[in-house]
């Protein structure tokens, strides 16, 4: 039985991969649960056991990703570092995923924030970016609570960060920076510190 | 049985506090004071200084100190020479638990100075019971004292107080629990619908004590009223700022007692992503 949903869930996330992939090169609204299915030599009939709408498909990955950039987040809130070195490694990863898995960023930004009207039931709020967003939080509660960033409202510093980043991608992806994202890192997170600072 | 309420450093609301037991004629009956500050007893409090009075219990109120003298005599000598002799002690309200209001390098509590153990009198350990709380709640002490009498078995948690009244906090119980869980605060001081763990202070989630279990006066509680819990249990009371929440980035410094941060804030980001009707403008306007 474990092997059996193992499996199950093997295959979805394949399914949320190749989604993802078609969502960004041909575009959300003209990327169908068929060729989603075709591009995985799969019945639609089967994809419907495992995703039950495209709309329902969509909150899953948008979960996904929370879950892949939490998972990796919460590794760095673990650490012991000081809170300028967390700040460099979650622009790393942040990056990192965007340069290796451009298709995640890119579903995030184009997809997620721009068609709201996909996720407003199901993924209310920041529901289904919790996982990313909680430990964003804990990064920001732990620096104010060692002294190194100040303090101030939630939002105010998480648009600063998230913002910088997101704004940094989609230039990336627009082909408008000269150099590639990595050679940024250390003035980013140098930029966010003094923001952030106390 | 007999009792003895003895005072060091004190405003004497543990006192006042004590006379609001509801039935305190009949703890009377049941129970006897050789001496206590503030009514008829059969000796002076010169005669528990300079005779050895025969009781069961010694009461002790207020905050410790080295050399602190009443009527020319150390207060902590008279103690210790009636701890000797009791079946039971119990410190009555937090000075006398863990130093409290009064608390300075220089005083502590009878076993604790805060949370850190103190040295003093750590001999009485065994037979203390430790009833914090600013002033200690009456049914808590009276019961407690019943207790004692009827020989039942008291579970103590690790400040020797009683789990059946500090095992829950001061959260279990209160009217604001539905606001609690769907993080719906009050904006305004005072307001008795929505939450005021977020904005104005409250203590309740992490603080043991029974105030919403068993009411004030039969009829209310600070959370009731509409004021936060000011955490008066605790061996870390007072804190500052008691009406302000202290938050770092938008969240709570203090979580609930035994929840790890992370399903904390996983918890909160769900239940505030609703819009809950119901509760989009208040039920009965104050």
Not at chain 1, 30 to 46: E, F, H, Q, R, Y
Request: net charge neutral; proline share 4%.
């Amino acid at each position: 039985m474990e092997w059996t949903l193992s499996k199950k869930e093997q295959k979805k996330e394949l399914i949320m991969q190749t989604a993802l992939q078609l969502f960004a090169k041909n575009g959300f609204y003209s990327t169908t649960i068929p060729d989603i299915a075709k591009s995985l030599k799969m019945s639609v009939g089967n994809m419907y056991n495992y995703f039950k709408s495209k709309d329902l498909l969509a909150k899953e990955i948008i979960k996904y990703i929370s879950h892949y950039l939490g998972v990796k987040l919460q590794k760095i809130n673990e650490s012991d570092l000081p809170t300028r070195d967390k700040i460099t490694q979650i622009v790393t990863v942040y990056f990192e995923t965007a340069q290796l898995k451009p298709e995640m960023i890119d579903y995030f930004l184009r997809v997620f924030l721009s068609n709201r009207e996909v996720f407003k039931e199901g993924c209310e709020g920041m529901i289904c970016v919790n996982d990313f967003i909680t430990e964003i939080m804990i990064f920001f509660e732990e620096g104010v609570q060692c002294g190194e960033l100040r303090d101030q409202e939630f939002f105010s510093a998480f648009g600063l960060f998230m913002g910088y980043l997101g704004g940094m991608v989609f230039l990336k992806g627009e082909a408008i920076l000269p150099k590639e994202l990595d050679s940024y890192v250390e003035d980013i997170s140098e930029n966010i510190y003094r923001a952030l600072r106390v | 049985m007999k009792l003895l309420w003895l005072s060091a450093l004190t405003c004497h609301g543990n006192v006042h506090s004590f006379f609001n037991y509801p039935q305190i004629e009949k703890f009377l009956d049941d129970f006897s004071f050789i001496y206590h500050p503030s009514l008829q007893t059969p000796y002076t409090l010169e005669d528990i200084f300079t005779h050895d009075i025969a009781c069961d219990i010694l009461l002790i109120d207020g905050t410790l100190e080295d050399g602190l003298e009443k009527f020319g005599v150390e207060i902590n000598h008279v103690i210790e020479r009636y701890a000797k002799k009791v079946k039971k002690i119990i410190t009555v309200g937090t000075c006398a638990s863990f130093g409290g209001i009064f608390l300075a390098d220089n005083r502590y509590g009878f076993l604790y100075h805060q949370e850190q153990p103190h040295h003093r009198f750590d001999s009485f350990r065994e037979k203390t019971i430790t009833l914090s709380g600013c002033p200690i709640q009456p049914q808590t002490l009276v019961h407690t004292l019943y207790a004692i009498k009827k020989e039942y078995k008291i579970s103590l948690d690790n400040l020797l107080r009683p789990q059946e009244y500090y095992g829950y906090t001061v959260h279990n119980g209160c009217l604001r629990n539905e606001y609690f869980e769907y993080k719906i605060d009050a904006y305004h001081y005072g307001e008795l619908e929505g939450c005021i763990f977020y904005d104005h202070g409250c203590q309740a989630p992490y603080t043991h004590g029974s105030c919403n279990r068993i009411l004030w006066n039969e009829s209310s509680s600070k959370t009731r009223s509409g004021s936060p819990c000011f955490g008066c249990t605790q061996p870390s009371f007072p804190k500052t700022r008691l009406f302000f929440t202290k938050k770092n980035m938008g969240i709570p410094q203090y979580l609930p007692t035994g929840i790890p941060k992370r399903a904390y804030l996983s918890l909160a980001g769900v239940a505030k992503a609703f819009k809950i009707e119901r509760f989009s403008q208040k039920i009965v306007e104050d």
